[in-house]
């Protein structure tokens, strides 16, 4: 029997981010999960996903040449080397994570894990031994009882990869950041999308503008959206079900040991993400929103510390950025409106367009604002922002509001010019 000092469930973001600094702090750490390293994220979400955006985005460039006076052919699109292109970005970032297994000296065990008691678990007939542990398994999509989900058409978005040909037509059930994604992608590659939303509005969790403002917008590139609308019987070429995730709490005997389980799955933790055993903690998608991979890392990197007694600063859940990698993109952080006003908080809105900034303008790219709510004491309450580098630009907020930072030290702060970033420094003289 091996024995550690931490063992970590999972190797998705929250896992290997936990082990790497449990290993820096000089703890034995082993990392256990049945897939490659990386999780879902850098498997088949995050990364391969920005792989397929970015060709999407060269396709449209080029179809749209003329406007920059360069004339070209008409290009064609050879879907499997599309899909393979994601591959390559997969297997190279996920080399660079076993290199760092094998630098810090973590024991990785490619295999499923399964709770024998509070101390031990069993990988494919190995008994390892610890004395603490984390659970990071993540997340896995939710299906829709009314969709017949046995037929090869239907699919979650990890079987997107496995797509041998461009699909004519497609059904996306489920307009989230996931859904809004892929129905840029598919579009921009000439596949006749429908966008089904039960909400209101498409991307819900967005501020209400900037959902609008993208409604509008894939709209005129001819995507068939549908919000207030329940998908129960469906008839397309492929159907893509992107309504949410559950927590990927079953099969590791978690309930055998008395671990407990909460809603949609997800592993119930105290403020330090711990279960009700003591030696046990969990992070990352598993227990619970927001499902986002920096969130992940955030949860891992602060139990380590907590279980190493260091003090770490608290995560602070209104403080943590979002992102749509659609074209325009998406960056939001903070409360919305209309989370402020549900709170009785007095705000300020101060915004701006991106086609009276010097480099979108010279660049082709002015779709799009930036909107920032500050309170009355000038501090950073959210901001919103729909445009290019929008995932990028808002950094910038989530440094200043993670540190106390007022609109006056913002401005205080030279911006370079041409720059899309300089829009918040411009935004933001409104309170001068």
């Not at 001819?222 to 469906?234: N, P, Y």
């Not at 010279?362 to 901001?383: H, P, W, Y």
């Amino acid at each position: 029997m091996k024995k550690y000092q931490l063992i970590v469930v999972g190797g998705g973001p929250g896992g290997y981010t936990a082990a790497f600094r449990a290993a820096e702090l000089g703890m034995s750490v082993a990392i256990v999960d049945d897939n490659d390293l990386g999780g879902v994220c850098l498997n088949w979400g995050c990364i391969p996903t920005k792989s397929l955006l970015k060709n999407a985005e060269v396709f449209e460039l080029i179809n749209n040449a003329n406007s920059y006076g360069i004339e070209v052919g008409k290009p064609k699109i050879h879907f499997e080397k599309i899909i393979n292109k994601t591959i390559q970005a997969r297997k190279r970032l996920s080399k660079g994570l076993h290199f760092q297994v094998r630098k810090l000296g973590v024991d990785f065990f490619p295999g499923f894990a399964t709770f024998i008691d509070k101390n031990s678990i069993e990988v494919d007939g190995n008994t390892l031994h610890g004395d603490t542990f984390i659970i990071a398994t993540g997340s896995k999509a939710k299906h829709l009882h009314s969709i017949d989900h046995s037929g090869g058409n239907v699919m979650t978005a990890k079987e997107i990869f496995s797509l041998k040909k461009l699909p004519e037509s497609m059904t996306i059930i489920g307009a989230g950041a996931i859904g809004v994604e892929f129905a840029y992608f598919f579009n921009a590659l000439g596949t006749r999308v429908t966008l089904l939303e039960a909400k209101e509005n498409i991307l819900p969790n967005e501020d209400v503008e900037v959902s609008q403002w993208m409604h509008k917008v894939l709209k005129r590139k001819k995507v068939d959206i549908q919000t207030d609308t329940m998908a129960t019987e469906i008839d397309d070429e492929y159907i893509l079900v992107s309504i949410g995730v559950e927590g990927n709490s079953s099969g590791f005997g978690l309930k055998k040991i008395g671990i407990e389980i909460g809603s949609n799955n997800h592993i119930i933790v105290d403020k330090n993400g711990k279960t009700n055993l003591d030696n046990i903690y969990a992070v990352g998608d598993v227990i619970g929103p927001p499902w986002l991979a920096h969130v992940s890392s955030s949860e891992g990197l602060y139990v380590v510390e907590h279980i190493a007694k260091l003090s770490p600063k608290k995560i602070d859940y209104d403080c943590v950025p979002a992102c749509t990698y659609s074209k325009p993109e998406i960056g939001s952080i903070g409360l919305s409106q209309k989370i402020l006003d549900e709170r009785g908080i007095d705000y300020k809105v101060v915004k701006s367009f991106f086609n009276a900034n010097g480099k979108a303008v010279a660049s082709d790219s002015t779709e799009g604002f930036i909107k920032i709510l500050v309170s009355d004491r000038n501090q950073i309450l959210g901001a919103h922002i729909i445009g290019s580098n929008a995932t990028e630009m808002i950094s910038e907020f989530s440094l200043a509001m993670s540190n106390n930072l007022s609109v006056e030290n913002i401005l205080d702060s030279i911006h370079p010019h041409p720059t899309f970033s300089e829009a918040i420094f411009e935004t933001l003289m409104q309170l001068r």
